[in-house]
């Protein structure tokens, strides 16, 4: 429905939202590119990430730490991430 509609559009725009404010707090040489990548994809993967593949699960844990990314999957390898 249309309300339902607005309602995940305004829940998306919260989150999009809040990963650009967490933004400036990601000390890894490419968060900054990869924050882009978190705001213009479905899910992301950390091997999808500019950085070596420690860096960006580190980054991607922090980003969950933060509230500003999820944790798609449940599992504890093989694991997406999204807003």
Do not use: N
Request: glycine letters at 8%.
């Amino acid at each position: 429905s249309a309300s339902e509609a607005l309602r995940l559009a305004t829940d998306l725009a919260r989150r999009a939202a809040q990963v650009k404010a967490v933004a400036p707090k990601l000390r890894a040489k490419g968060a900054g590119a990869a924050v882009e990548i978190f705001l213009t994809r479905d899910a992301v993967t950390p091997g999808a990430l500019p950085l070596p593949d420690r860096a960006a699960r580190r980054l991607c844990d922090r980003l969950v730490d933060l509230g500003a990314v999820r944790e798609l999957t449940g599992r504890d390898s093989f694991r997406l991430y999204g807003i």
